[in-house]
């Protein structure tokens, strides 16, 4: 499958831009990675500068689809492996504001988020290291994936930090064709103590929307440790 990656230092902006597969084949395509290191903080000034330490992808107002992951924050280090961690970190940063995200396999995934090195002084990661943001945003399982046999996931946060899930909408058209697994699910929450639906900065109207419509399961939580 065809892809896009951000590396670490790099930035993607997609501003009104329409991501997909060949609509004529009705190819599938491996999505957007970006790549960072899990151990690192964000920096605070993400938006106007770039981190040697993570890519970063903006994304307003945009359509991504037919992916198999829209978006993946990824890290596969293998000098991770032999502090005892897994190879798979997910450093980079996302900000997905009002995109719509349209059949696809996994909408987001961002993957394990440390903020800090475990294997240094610190206990805890500092306050806000985890910049990404999920906000506004429309997530729409309208076809079945494959041989319909996959349950599609909207949001995947796994051990992901303190991601901003705000005012986004999660839903499943009422197609026939669908199974109630290929409906999918809207968020999956592994190891991850994020607060979904409150945004402090936002007016009071939006501050604790979120929607889920004609999905398998709302939001699904589990916890390893």
């Not at 930035?11 to 991501?19: K, N, V």
């Not at 009705?26 to 964000?42: E, M, Q, R, S, Y």
């Not at 475990?118 to 399982?141: M, Y």
């Not at 058209?173 to 669908?178: E, I, P, V, W, Y």
Request: net charge negative.
């Amino acid at each position: 499958e065809s892809g896009i990656i951000v590396e670490k230092g790099g930035r993607l902006t997609l501003d009104h831009a329409t991501l997909k597969g060949n609509q004529c084949l009705n190819n599938k395509w491996a999505g957007i990675t970006v790549n960072g290191n899990g151990f690192v903080p964000h920096p605070a000034n993400y938006l106007t500068t770039n981190s040697p330490n993570h890519g970063i992808v903006i994304a307003d107002h945009s359509t991504i689809q037919d992916a198999t992951t829209a978006i993946l924050t990824a890290d596969n280090d293998p000098d991770l492996a032999p502090m005892g961690y897994t190879a798979y970190t997910g450093g980079g940063i996302v900000v997905a504001t009002k995109c719509t995200l349209l059949n696809n396999l996994v909408g987001i995934h961002i993957g394990k988020f440390y903020g800090y090195d475990p294997e240094g002084t610190e206990s805890d990661p500092p306050a806000n290291a985890q910049r990404s943001v999920v906000t506004g945003n429309t997530f729409i399982t309208a076809n079945v994936w494959g041989n319909g046999s996959a349950v599609p996931v909207h949001l995947y946060l796994q051990r992901a930090g303190q991601v901003a899930v705000n005012n986004n909408m999660f839903q499943a058209t009422a197609n026939g064709s669908l199974t109630n697994t290929a409906r999918g699910t809207g968020i999956v929450a592994i190891n991850t103590a994020t607060t979904i639906g409150t945004d402090s900065n936002a007016p009071d109207a939006d501050r604790y929307k979120k929607t889920f419509l004609n999905l398998y399961k709302g939001i699904d939580i589990y916890n390893t440790l």
